[in-house]
């Protein structure tokens, strides 16, 4: 049974940075695509970031590229998501997303939530001023 569990949310002042990280269990981690999402209320669960089963291949939405970087640690089971210069629009709930890689994937095949057939449960990051 696939697993996702999201650690380091919190309250940062603007400006500020946070480091979240994903634990997998019940995968076979390394052959596996993970993205982030984010679902700020009232509004739909959006992209943030992706990474390839093999970090060949990394995706940002536009708003976190430059700020937010994606990395990921086979050994270990974990993918991170280091987010500074943090904004108010970054206020959300966070959440990992795990699909097995596919060799036919599109770049736009990770933007899509409809890909991931696991997730966390969420960390909720709020910025404050």
Partial sequence: QVQLAESGG???????SLKLACAASGVTFSSYAMGWFRQAPGKEREFVSAISSTADRIYYTPSVKGRFTI????TKNMVY???NDLKFEDSADYYC???????YASPGTYYSKNY???WGQG???TVSS
Avoid at 71 to 74: K, P
């Fill in 10 to 16: 919190g309250l940062v002042q603007l400006g500020g």
């Fill in 71 to 74: 990395s990921r640690d086979n």
């Fill in 81 to 83: 998501l280091q987010m």
């Fill in 97 to 103: 997303a795990a699909q097995p890689q596919s060799q």
């Fill in 116 to 118: 991931y057939d696991h």
């Fill in 123 to 125: 960390t909720l990051v």
